[in-house]
């Protein structure tokens, strides 16, 4: 391979680094590229996909597997300015599941399916096994819906089947022990009505097609010819089945290059197996290794802060990231109170430093364990007028009236869709209720059909309704079929909008001139707009005929992260840490660093999840380019009380030469009263000239001297505290943290104290109810 790589565009390699071309140039055998955070994976993988094109190989010879449709489509447009967009389409490029999804099409009669199949999302499989539990009479607080489809998920990619399933003793006793021992019947049932419904859920396709690749050695072996190159991204990230695949894949010629970095592997809860990375030599021999160790991303320490934490693991691929970026400030860690003068503190911070480091609000990130910690930062961000966006919300695809929508376009594609024609059989609502839909589906089930078969021939199954629903049904039928004949002729731009005509969908959403229903109305309008698109450029790409059965299978596999709207970008962004990976902020906070919060508490039993735990750290670290804030609450609002809380573990993880903290016990509160207010004082002064909060521009007048409280025989009974308290004590205040006493003042039995907190800024404290201890 040396003297091919003399002969090749020179030009192409010498824009990597030593260690990029390294990995770039080696296509003789096995590879795995460690890629140490911010070191230029994704372009790595781009080159070596150029580099191989350039070497001659043909492009559809390439398989390139991503985890995210952004992935891909960021990698191809890469690989297209480098050797043109033609070569570069021809690529098979895509993530894990659209990629099987397409040889599961090409293949579907040995798969066992027809080739229209339609694919179910996390809320379509939600939405069946509920129905089932339903059927079967089962308590669903005991068998939650979304606790069943994660166990049977579990079950798929570690390729058990439902007859696998009900035959494994420990499982069953598993499932006995959690109190759902019919957990083996759902899950038989549910893969029972998918295939009646020629439908596949996600982990189906990964499953059908190492089943497919077992048990037809033919086609296994066509494939094996066809991709004579095989790359993964995110090999930490990949489960069993994916792993297995890829194995199979490569097991002839064993020309594989995998890029990931075990250091970041944090899906254990999704399926994802950190031995698949760290094991990868022993399951192909011969495997050159490449490390990616320069980090362009972060400053010098906050990459030595992640290390010191990083090589506390046990279990690892030895590498030594280093930065050759500024040194930059160390990492601050900062410690609150309670919760609410965290998202304080993390607020104010956001609106000094975007003055003082002239950074705009998408370059700061907050980044938290859980979602539930969001409530209190975005009430903070609130009151300092600061934009915010949370990401990974409720995507587009998944508001009501799109997923209405979508499921006409799957019932017109796979007419035998059971989720989807329970959807939308009644809605806009035509007068067939649960009752009939029940007898349909009775019908159905004796004679193993589907629900669009008894309403094609309600006679000859002897379907029981009157006239009225009889013509209510034949109504029905015959909309859905004369969209179905017109998705033979029509491309998918044009029949959607027949869809939404049609079937009184656009009706119903202009009638409704409620904000709510205009923004519905808004939302189909963007779906439109979304699908003449997708048409447009594929019609551009050389596609003449596309059709509602190629948008379906776009639509089908998005995530939250392809979907989020990158031209809304000019607000801070707030996401859980896991939503984090891949992205990259000047500005990061790491927020609730706490025991049992981070790491969690359902991780602290063993080694393994300790450790997924201290990465998922690593990975909200690395994120930072230029600066990382930490913090953590001494007390946290849970279940309706406040509890104490202790710092993480993880914190005296982090070397303390990369560390500079503010400790409240330690620093700013063990000064003089008179120091403290200067630097309150100071403070406030650098707040007023960079917010427009007019709280901070009243400045009380602070005695030199405690002023004692007038006490009075009538009032009512207060603590011992509230008792001794006197201006220019400094208390600490269960929420709002510490802060000095300004005034206080008499009403009637009330006694009231206007405290000046650090964080909170001037409150008022109703003396009896105040929950405070007086430092000094």
């Given at each position: 391979m040396q003297e091919t790589e003399k002969n090749s565009d020179s030009g192409l390699l010498s824009q990597l680094n030593e260690a990029q071309r390294a990995a770039v140039a080696f296509c003789d055998g096995p590879s795995l590229v460690i890629a140490g955070a911010g070191s230029g994976k994704t372009r790595v993988l781009t080159y070596k996909i150029a580099y191989l094109l350039e070497q001659g190989l043909p492009p559809y010879y390439i398989l390139a597997l991503t985890f995210t449709n952004k992935a891909a489509r960021e990698m191809k447009s890469r690989i297209a300015d480098i050797v043109g967009e033609k070569r570069a389409r021809r690529l098979w490029m895509g993530t894990f599941h659209s990629i099987f999804a397409r040889i599961l099409r090409n293949e579907a009669e040995a798969a066992g399916f027809q080739s229209n199949f339609t694919i179910f999302d996390s809320s379509d499989s939600n939405n069946l096994i509920r129905l089932i539990i339903k059927e079967m009479q089962l308590d669903d607080k005991q068998y939650r819906p979304g606790a069943v489809h994660g166990q049977i998920s579990r079950a798929k990619n570690s390729l058990i089947t439902p007859a696998m399933y009900a035959a494994n003793a420990e499982i069953i006793q598993y499932d006995r022990m959690a109190k759902r021992p019919q957990l083996f019947e759902i899950y038989q049932r549910y893969q029972s009505r998918l295939r009646a419904a020629n439908s596949m859920d996600f982990d189906d396709l990964l499953m059908y097609t190492n089943i497919l690749f077992r048990d037809h050695k033919d086609i296994l072996e066509k494939y094996?010819?066809?991709?004579?190159?095989?790359?993964?991204?995110?090999?930490?990230?990949?489960?069993?089945?994916?792993?297995?695949?890829?194995?199979?894949?490569?097991?002839?010629?064993?020309?594989?290059?995998?890029?990931?970095?075990?250091?970041?592997?944090?899906?254990?809860?999704?399926?994802?197996n950190i031995d698949n990375i760290l094991k990868f030599k022993s399951n192909f021999p011969n495997t050159?290794?490449?490390?990616?160790?320069?980090?362009?991303?972060?400053?010098?320490?906050?990459?030595?802060?992640?290390?010191?934490?990083?090589?506390?693991?046990?279990?690892?691929?030895?590498?030594?990231?280093?930065?050759?970026?500024?040194?930059?400030?160390?990492?601050?860690?900062?410690?609150?109170?309670?919760?609410?003068?965290?998202?304080?503190?993390?607020?104010?911070?956001?609106?000094?430093?975007?003055?003082?480091?002239?950074?705009?609000?998408?370059?700061?990130?907050?980044?938290?364990?859980?979602?539930?910690?969001?409530?209190?930062?975005?009430?903070?961000?609130?009151?300092?007028?600061?934009?915010?966006?949370?990401?990974?919300?409720?995507?587009?695809?998944?508001?009501?009236?799109?997923?209405?929508?979508?499921?006409?376009?799957?019932?017109?594609?796979?007419?035998?869709?059971e989720d989807a024609f329970r959807r939308i059989i009644n809605y806009p609502t035509r007068g067939i209720g649960d009752v009939t839909v029940g007898k349909i589906t009775s019908i159905a089930q004796l004679h193993s059909v589907s629900l669009w078969k008894v309403i094609t021939n309600p006679l000859?199954?002897?379907?029981?309704?009157?006239?009225?629903?009889?013509?209510?049904?034949?109504?029905?039928?015959?909309?859905?079929?004369?969209?179905?004949?017109?998705?033979?002729?029509?491309?998918?731009?044009?029949?959607?909008?027949?869809?939404?005509?049609?079937?009184?969908?656009?009706?119903?959403?202009?009638?409704?001139?409620?904000?709510?229903?205009?923004?519905?109305?808004?939302?189909?309008?963007?779906?439109?707009?979304?699908?003449?698109?997708?048409?447009?450029?594929?019609?551009?790409?050389?596609?003449?005929?596309?059709?509602?059965?190629?948008?379906?299978?776009?639509?089908?596999?998005?995530?939250?992260?392809?979907?989020?709207?990158?031209?809304?970008?000019?607000?801070?962004?707030?996401?859980?840490?896991?939503?984090?990976?891949?992205?990259?902020?000047?500005?990061?906070?790491?927020?609730?660093?706490?025991?049992?919060?981070?790491p969690s508490a359902m991780a602290k039993s063993e080694t393994r999840g300790l450790e997924e735990e201290r990465r998922l750290f690593y990975v909200a670290i690395t994120r930072a380019k230029k600066s990382c804030t930490i913090t953590y609450a001494k007390s946290r609002?849970?279940?309706?009380?406040?509890?104490?809380?202790?710092?993480?573990?993880?914190?005296?993880?982090?070397?303390?030469?990369?560390?500079?903290?503010?400790?409240?016990?330690?620093?700013?509160?063990?000064?003089?009263?008179?120091?403290?207010?200067?630097?309150?004082?100071e403070q406030r002064e650098r707040r007023e000239q960079h917010t427009s909060d007019s709280s901070y521009a009243r400045t009380p007048i602070i005695p030199k001297r405690p002023?004692?409280?007038?006490?009075?025989?009538?009032?009512?009974?207060?603590?011992?505290?509230?008792?001794?308290?006197?201006?220019?004590?400094?208390?600490?205040?269960?929420?709002?943290?510490?802060?000095?006493?300004?005034?206080?003042?008499?009403?009637?039995?009330?006694?009231?104290?206007?405290?000046?907190?650090?964080?909170?800024?001037?409150?008022?404290?109703?003396?009896?109810?105040?929950?405070?201890?007086?430092v000094k």
């Open positions: 094996r010819n066809q991709f004579q190159y095989i790359l993964v991204d995110e090999y930490q990230d990949t489960n069993f089945a994916q792993h297995l695949i890829v194995k199979q894949l490569a097991d002839a010629h064993h020309r594989v290059c995998v890029v990931g970095d075990d250091a970041q592997s944090i899906y254990s809860f999704r399926g994802a050159q290794i490449f490390k990616l160790e320069q980090n362009y991303r972060s400053t010098q320490n906050i990459v030595n802060a992640a290390n010191s934490l990083i090589k506390k693991n046990s279990e690892q691929i030895f590498k030594n990231v280093f930065s050759e970026n500024e040194e930059g400030e160390k990492i601050e860690i900062r410690s609150a109170f309670s919760d609410f003068e965290e998202g304080l503190i993390v607020s104010n911070k956001i609106a000094r430093m975007r003055i003082e480091k002239h950074a705009d609000y998408s370059d700061f990130a907050i980044l938290y364990r859980t979602n539930a910690q969001s409530r209190v930062f975005e009430e903070a961000l609130r009151k300092n007028n600061i934009p915010y966006k949370i990401y990974g919300g409720l995507s587009f695809y998944q508001r009501k009236e799109i997923k209405d929508i979508i499921s006409y376009f799957r019932l017109i594609v796979n007419p035998n869709d000859g199954y002897n379907l029981a309704v009157n006239t009225g629903t009889a013509k209510k049904l034949e109504s029905f039928h015959s909309l859905i079929q004369d969209l179905i004949d017109k998705n033979e002729t029509m491309n998918a731009f044009t029949l959607a909008q027949e869809v939404i005509k049609n079937s009184g969908i656009a009706k119903e959403a202009y009638n409704d001139m409620t904000p709510e229903g205009m923004s519905r109305a808004q939302n189909m309008q963007e779906l439109l707009n979304a699908i003449n698109e997708f048409v447009e450029t594929r019609q551009e790409q050389g596609e003449e005929n596309v059709s509602l059965t190629d948008f379906l299978s776009e639509v089908s596999l998005l995530t939250d992260q392809d979907t989020d709207n990158e031209t809304d970008n000019e607000r801070v962004t707030l996401m859980t840490v896991h939503s984090a990976k891949g992205l990259e902020f000047d500005h990061v906070f790491v927020v609730g660093m706490e025991e049992d919060l981070f609002f849970r279940n309706g009380m406040t509890s104490a809380a202790s710092p993480s573990r993880f914190l005296k993880d982090i070397d303390p030469s990369f560390i500079e903290g503010e400790d409240s016990e330690t620093t700013v509160w063990q000064t003089s009263t008179d120091d403290f207010w200067g630097s309150m004082r002023v004692p409280i007038q006490r009075a025989a009538s009032i009512a009974p207060l603590s011992k505290e509230a008792q001794e308290l006197e201006v220019g004590h400094i208390i600490e205040h269960e929420r709002f943290g510490r802060g000095v006493v300004t005034s206080i003042e008499m009403n009637g039995n009330d006694r009231r104290a206007f405290v000046e907190f650090e964080s909170a800024g001037k409150k008022q404290l109703l003396l009896k109810f105040a929950k405070f201890s007086i």
